[in-house]
């Protein structure tokens, strides 16, 4: 069967941000999820996601990574299983492409798990990556020195929680608000 060809414009956005229990795609698992969908139009939010997701090896975690997404049992106690969470995401918006900072690390997670509980989706294959976008608007720049969310959004002047900027934790939800408003600041100075 042949696809039918869209205007990447026409596709939505889904801009993904994941908390881990470590780097090591296979050793450690998701713990948290937040997701924005955005017209690939008008670039406006039309819909929000957000799950917090019980741990089944937390043995394995670095403890170094618990701390950055401020994971404790009583934040996690309405936590859910990650199967079923991941059953809503495929459905928040088929044939979008997938966007984040350093998107390629959350959908490598993502993608292990869906292919993990046999779970289809139709997201595109293209990925795209804010910190891309940041590199290429702020080579010629003197700051910042490092590319971090955090720092970016600091002389972007985005607001981001502040234990995020004082390298103390964060949430999903929090990083991919802040991921989609320099993703707009960026489009909006290339247009």
């Known amino acids: 069967m042949i696809k039918k060809e869209i205007n990447f414009r026409d596709r939505k956005l889904v801009f993904i941000d994941l908390e881990t229990t470590g780097l090591d ?50 934040k996690w106690e309405k936590a859910r299983d990650i199967k079923e969470v991941l059953e809503e995401v495929v459905t928040l918006a088929s044939d979008a492409m997938v966007a984040g900072w350093k998107v ?13 509980y046999n779970i289809k989706h139709t997201f595109d294959y293209h990925l795209i990556d804010v910190i891309s976008m940041a590199y290429k608007y702020f080579y010629r720049k003197e700051k910042p020195k490092e590319l971090s969310l955090g720092n970016v959004c600091k002389i972007l002047g985005i607001p981001i929680h502040e234990k995020h900027s004082e390298g103390l934790g964060h949430n999903a939800m929090d990083d991919i608000i802040a991921t989609y408003e320099v993703f707009k600041r960026l489009m909006e100075d290339e247009i």
Request: proline letters at 3%.
């Open 25 to 74: 795609i296979f050793k450690h698992e998701i713990v948290e999820i937040g997701i924005l969908v955005v017209d690939g139009r008008t670039l406006k939010i039309t819909n929000r996601y957000h799950a917090r997701i019980k741990p089944k090896h937390l043995k394995t975690a670095d403890p170094e990574s618990l701390k950055i997404s401020g994971y404790s049992e009583k």
């Open 104 to 116: 390629d690390f959350d959908w490598y997670m993502l993608d292990k798990y869906l292919k993990k």
